[in-house]
Nanobody, 117 residues
Framework: QVQLVESGGGLVQAGGSLRLSCAAS????????MGWFRQAPGKERYFVAR???????YYAESVKGRFTISRDNAKNTVYLQMNSLKPEDTAVYFC???????????WGQGTQVTVSS
């Protein structure tokens, strides 16, 4: 089982950038699909991006071309580089892990991202 801790959230102006990190504990990190999700106030949690153990990536249409997910298996860390941020990107961002794509069974506590206009 892996445990996840996100960091890197904060307040940024529209057009700015942030990089989120998700540090994982556990010796089998490299075997997991890793995903980022976000949840705005009063809304459901939505998929943002995912990366396979081999580095294959997939993005939600709303962030494609602006966000980049990556992982460093040696550091047990997955990243979400967010550029050209928009106010509608404001949300709590969660990191998740799973052994198969689309099925995540471990979640972090979330990190707040606020984009001001």
């Amino acid at each position: 089982q892996v445990q996840l801790v996100e960091s890197g959230g904060g307040l940024v102006q529209a057009g700015g950038s942030l990089r989120l990190s998700c540090a994982a504990s556990g010796r089998t990190f490299g075997s997991y699909f890793m995903g980022w999700f976000r949840q705005a106030p009063g809304k459901e949690r939505y998929f943002v991006a995912r990366i396979s153990w081999s580095g294959m990536t997939y993005y939600a249409e709303s962030v494609k071309g602006r966000f980049t997910i990556s992982r460093d298996n040696a550091k047990n860390t997955v990243y979400l580089q967010m550029n050209s941020l928009k106010p509608e990107d404001t949300a709590v961002y969660f990191c998740a892990a799973g052994l198969t794509a689309g099925q995540y069974d471990t979640w972090g506590q979330g990190t707040q991202v606020t984009v001001s206009s």
